[in-house]
């Protein structure tokens, strides 16, 4: 079974609309993260929200967390060119060793 | 900020060949993990380290496979016999209960 499948498997807007996408998860969780990764490159991690939280905000980021639907939202305000990316969400399940279970990733593209 | 550094960034080698892939993780994270990304596909969990041993590994983390913290400081990543379809990116990992950090990778190319 799939693990973190994020919804919309990619996605354009222009400079300044936000960006939303998400992701749905089977297990039971320690916490969800959210991570970008610029093509060919490194993972970055942008924000951990853990089980007992509901939402968590950082700069331009917002992250809801339902686990009575096990899923989560990204939410990207005020989007800028350089938040071209791909976007994974990576769980940590209760009965593991910390170990990130990643989805397949939403693609954004913002046009200027 | 701390850093996890990879070495090398890229490395060719012809299958059957072994590879050694080198990580420096932040120096007062205890839980260390691989993970590869093959090029268009999902980023995927090979094995977790915790107090000088294993503590968790994948199905994909069979006897090719073997990690290893000689000397307190690097943690490496050793495939003893690659195949064409270990090419992929490899991500080394280290966490608190805080967070985690990931280096920048390394690109294996078997040819």
């Known amino acids: 079974s799939q693990q973190g499948e994020e919804d919309p498997q990619a996605l354009s807007i222009q400079e300044g609309e936000n960006a939303t996408m998400n992701c749905s998860y089977k297990t039971s969780i320690n916490n969800l993260q959210w991570y970008r990764q610029n093509s060919g490159r490194g993972l970055v991690h942008l924000i951990l929200?853990?089980?007992?939280?509901r939402e968590k905000h950082s700069g331009r980021l917002r992250v809801t967390l339902d686990t009575s639907k096990k899923s989560s939202s990204l939410l990207i305000t005020a989007s800028r060119a350089a938040d071209t990316a791909s976007y994974f969400c990576a769980t940590v399940s209760t009965d593991s060793w910390g170990k990130l279970q990643f989805g397949s990733g939403t693609q954004v593209v913002v046009t200027p | 900020e701390p850093e996890v550094t990879q070495t090398p960034s890229h490395q060719v080698t012809q299958m059957g060949q072994e590879v050694i892939l080198r990580c420096v993780p932040i120096?007062?994270?205890?839980?260390f993990y691989w993970y590869r990304q093959i090029l268009g596909q999902k980023v995927e969990f090979l094995v977790s380290?915790?107090?000088?041993?294993?503590?968790?590994k994948s199905e994909i983390f069979d006897d090719q496979f073997s990690v290893e913290r000689p000397d307190g400081s690097n943690f490496t990543l050793k495939i003893r016999s690659t195949k064409l379809e270990d090419s992929a990116m490899y991500f080394c990992?280290?966490?608190?209960?805080?967070?985690?950090?990931f280096g920048s990778g390394t690109r294996l190319t078997v040819v």
């Open positions: 929200i853990r089980s007992n939280e």
């Open positions: 990992a280290s966490r608190t209960p805080y967070g985690y950090t």
């Open positions: 120096s007062n994270h205890l839980y």
């Open positions: 380290f915790y107090n000088n041993e294993i503590s968790e």
